[in-house]
């Protein structure tokens, strides 16, 4: 069985931004690959075998290289599943995942229409579909996918923070900031959460309380570019210029060990 603490774990030093939606979906896929593999291995029509079988091969090769880091790689394996059964769900469940990662969310909705159009109640394919809606600007349409999650999975981070910053994007801080906190009182030490509750206070000009409340995470920095980017421009904006010299000179380090990134 796939172990949920290793696929979070490289999710955070990916630094991928819907790590729980990920590590859902990748449990997902190992089920539904193992009950492909299981309907390969009873079907009478041997071709039908060895297409299930190559199947399960794209998609496990697809899965190493997402954890290498090598999202092109891997969607290419996805492809080539797509391109000969392009109803597999779980073939566009990783794809849309994958062009979440390469920031090509336009792209991610035919994949996700599909399942939905196969199975409504499909969990993880409302939750991405949120995602694309948000990141294409379609606020009012995301929210729908986001309520209907929180319907079925009250406390699940991903989507609450998404709501947080649906209603920031708006132009409703002080709504998002209240839904912020709210997940901090469950969820106090979800570094994600604290950089968009720090994020809306920059765009309340509330920078002393948006420093203060990054302060106490500042060690983490070196393992997180959005922290470093953000304390060095609040630090900025403070008049700290020696704080922020020492952040832009992570975030410098950080950009020189991962280029890409």
Not at 155 to 173: K, N
Request: aromatic fraction near 6%.
């Amino acid at each position: 069985m796939t172990n949920i603490a290793s696929i979070l774990d490289w999710k955070t030093r990916l630094g991928i931004v819907a790590a729980a939606i990920l590590a859902t979906t990748m449990i997902c896929l190992t089920f539904q690959d193992r009950d492909a593999h299981n309907k390969a291995t009873s079907s009478s029509t041997k071709s039908n075998r060895n297409r299930l079988s190559e199947d399960v091969i794209q998609l496990s090769l697809a899965r190493r290289a997402a954890e290498r880091g090598d999202s092109e790689t891997a969607l290419q394996h996805v492809d080539q599943v797509t391109q000969i059964q392009p109803d597999s769900i779980p073939a566009n469940l990783m794809k849309a995942e994958l062009l979440f990662r390469l920031f090509r969310t336009d792209e991610m909705r035919p994949a996700l229409e599909n399942i939905l159009r196969q199975d409504p109640e499909h969990f993880e394919a409302h939750a991405n579909m949120a995602f694309a809606l948000q990141y294409s600007g379609e606020l009012d349409e995301a929210k729908k996918h986001v309520d209907w999650c929180l319907l079925r999975r009250h406390d699940f981070l991903p989507v609450l923070r998404m709501r947080a910053e649906i209603l920031r994007d708006q132009g409703d801080s002080v709504r998002a900031l209240a839904e912020v906190r709210s997940i901090l009182e469950i969820y106090s030490h979800d570094i994600a959460t604290h950089l968009l509750e720090a994020e809306i206070l920059v765009y309340q000009r509330d920078f002393e309380a948006a420093y203060l409340s990054l302060q106490p995470l500042s060690e983490a920095s070196h393992q997180s570019p959005r922290l470093a980017a953000l304390m060095a421009q609040i630090c900025q904006l403070l008049g700290k210029e020696a704080e922020a010299i020492q952040f832009r000179a992570v975030l410098d380090k950080q950009k020189q060990e991962k280029p890409n990134q």
